[in-house]
Nanobody
């Protein structure tokens, strides 16, 4: 288990934006693919987006394509999820998770929850007017 900490959640109106951060301390994220997942009340956890260790490749769920952007700043040891045009159905606890080490590569894994071995505690995102 690697220590990951999410931040940036909150309450936002429909159509608004938030940027989530996933930070690591005590180890480098450079060789890990990082995924964002979310879990709404009464629903199963689902994959949102994932980025390769180098940042050169990403994948996203169809439900967020065109609205959410995943990025990383390895110098800051942080991965971001920029969420725009938020909808009430985006309301959930958002988690980041790591898989690796994979080397400094462009490989981006599928968003299979079982493949991600280290998880943060989550940050709440609520989209409501």
């Amino acid at each position: 288990q690697l220590p990951l900490v999410e931040s940036g959640g909150g309450l936002v109106q429909p159509g608004g934006s938030l940027r989530l951060s996933c930070a690591a301390s005590g180890f480098t994220l450079d060789y890990y693919a990082i995924g964002w997942f979310r879990q709404a009340p009464g629903k199963e956890r689902e994959g949102v987006s994932c980025i390769s260790p180098s940042g050169g490749s990403t994948t996203s769920a169809d439900s967020v394509k065109g609205r959410f952007t995943i990025s990383r700043d390895n110098a800051k040891n942080t991965v971001y999820l920029q969420m725009n045009s938020l909808k009430p159905e985006d309301t959930a606890v958002y988690y980041c998770a790591a898989v690796g080490p994979l080397g400094y590569s462009d490989y981006v894994p599928d968003l299979n929850i079982a493949d991600f071995s280290s998880w943060g505690q989550g940050t709440q995102v609520t989209v409501s007017s």
